[in-house]
């Protein structure tokens, strides 16, 4: 029976990007996309409801057309509309993982991974079945399985057709919050172990920061900004679409080790700096993603002795804006350990303290939320 590792090395996918350049009227509605998505990772399509995430999903995986463009996926055309190419969904070779399962319902677990499966596949079956978490359901109906675990089976199915690409549209919508982060966490160690690239439709700045590798923000039909996920999360430019209040900084850790006495998990920066949490369930040397909400990094000049923060971070203050639309707060563009850290303060303290670029400071930061990666 193949092992769990073994599902790293099918398919290998490399390079296989995908590239469009799509226009389509929907009654008032107008997109338009020009794009290239990375050929691994996770990429998400984010925005606000309404701006057009479902609809440039549709058209990549066939389901709609669009009034002129092309689709391509490495070599492949999808979709060209000069030459009258329109490839049928079936045949597009695209996982598609929608919000809600759509098993079939008188079909097992095991009969719904079972069609479609592709022959390249048969030999993966326990790896992926394994991976997702799913083998004491095969035998269940689908009316028997939670929202999370049927989407899991839906994700199974997807990914046993062989696709080239697997688009997941909100895959998280309707599932309460410990299922929610369940599924992300399968959702999150397909996407290491697969060479599967991912489109991940979303509007959760959460969701976002949790998964993505790669943003595509669309605003009205149009692509606002395209790049990493954590260059993107540091364009104050960009905080309005990327989560506003809640707009966060990502930030890569290791786990160095638990400390049982204090039920903390002491994580570090590769310089060596260090963050105490809560204590997690990652063994030492895992690889973490932080998320730092903005607002909950306070700045000092020093290292302040009389302050319940335990968690101060050396950093050096790269720039300062005016948040927009605010003349009471800056945004603070910081450095720490090479990554970048966004804090926000009232213009009061910012004069008060003397901040200026360049200058070093401590930061502290009030809560971290972790995503195992
Ligand atoms: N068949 C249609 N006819 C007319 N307008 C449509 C049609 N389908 C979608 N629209 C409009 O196109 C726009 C984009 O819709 P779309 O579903 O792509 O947005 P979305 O970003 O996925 O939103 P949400 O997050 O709410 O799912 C919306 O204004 C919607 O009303």
């Known amino acids: 029976m193949p092992d769990a590792t073994s599902v790293t090395h099918f398919h290998a996918n490399n390079g296989t990007a995908l590239s469009l350049d799509v226009e389509r009227r929907q009654g008032e509605f107008h997109?338009?996309?020009?794009?290239?998505?990375?050929?691994?990772?996770?990429?998400?399509?984010?925005?606000a409801s309404g701006s057009g995430k479902t609809s440039?999903?549709?058209?990549?995986?066939?389901?709609?057309?669009?009034?002129?463009?092309?689709?391509?996926?490495?070599e492949k055309t999808l979709t060209d509309t000069r030459r009258g190419i329109q490839v049928p969904p079936h045949r597009r070779r695209l996982g598609v993982v929608f919000q809600e399962a759509r098993l079939f319902p008188?079909?097992?677990v095991r009969g719904n991974l079972a069609y479609g499966l592709h022959p390249s596949m048969r030999s993966r079956v326990d790896a992926i079945v394994e991976l997702l978490g799913i083998g004491h359901l095969l035998q269940r109906l689908p009316a028997t399985l939670s929202g999370g675990e049927a989407r899991r089976v839906a994700i199974g199915r997807a990914l046993l057709t062989a696709p080239r690409l697997l688009l997941m549209d909100e895959p998280l919508t309707g599932l309460d919050g410990a299922r929610k982060q369940e599924l992300l966490h399968y959702i999150d160690q397909l996407?290491?172990?697969?060479?599967?690239?991912?489109?991940?439709?979303?509007?959760?700045?959460h969701e976002l920061t949790a998964i993505a590798d790669h943003l595509v923000l669309l605003d009205q039909g149009q692509v606002r900004a395209e790049g990493r996920l954590d260059v993107l999360l540091n364009r104050f430019d960009l905080t309005e679409h990327l989560g506003g209040f809640d707009a966060?900084?990502?930030?890569?850790?290791?786990?160095?080790?638990?400390?049982?006495?204090?039920?903390?998990?002491?994580?570090?920066?590769?310089?060596?700096?260090?963050?105490?949490?809560?204590?997690?369930?990652?063994?030492?040397?895992?690889?973490?993603?932080?998320?730092?909400?903005?607002?909950?990094?306070?700045?000092?000049?020093?290292e302040p002795r009389d302050i319940s923060y335990r968690n101060r971070l050396h950093?050096?203050?790269?720039?300062?804006?005016?948040?927009?639309?605010?003349?009471?707060?800056?945004?603070?563009?910081?450095?720490?350990?090479?990554?970048?850290?966004?804090?926000?303060?009232?213009?009061?303290?910012?004069?008060?303290?003397?901040?200026?670029?360049?200058?070093?400071?401590?930061?502290?930061?009030?809560?971290?939320?972790?995503?195992?990666?």
Do not use: C, N, W
């Open 31 to 47: 997109l338009q996309a020009s794009l290239t998505l990375p050929g691994k990772g996770v990429t998400a399509l984010f925005g």
């Open 56 to 74: 440039l999903l549709r058209m990549i995986a066939g389901l709609d057309r669009p009034d002129s463009g092309t689709i391509r996926l490495g």
């Open 106 to 108: 008188h079909y097992r």
């Open 191 to 205: 996407a290491r172990d697969i060479d599967i690239p991912i489109v991940y439709v979303s509007h959760d700045p």
């Open 248 to 302: 966060a900084s990502v930030i890569a850790a290791r786990v160095e080790m638990h400390d049982i006495h204090y039920a903390l998990t002491r994580l570090t920066l590769e310089d060596g700096q260090t963050l105490s949490v809560p204590r997690l369930d990652a063994s030492p040397g895992q690889r973490l993603r932080l998320r730092i909400p903005v607002r909950d990094v306070a700045l000092a000049l020093t």
């Open 315 to 373: 950093a050096v203050i790269q720039r300062i804006e005016p948040l927009d639309g605010s003349r009471a707060s800056v945004e603070l563009g910081l450095s720490v350990s090479g990554q970048a850290l966004r804090a926000r303060l009232t213009r009061h303290a910012l004069d008060e303290m003397g901040l200026d670029v360049g200058m070093p400071v401590v930061a502290l930061i009030r809560s971290v939320a972790f995503e195992t990666r």
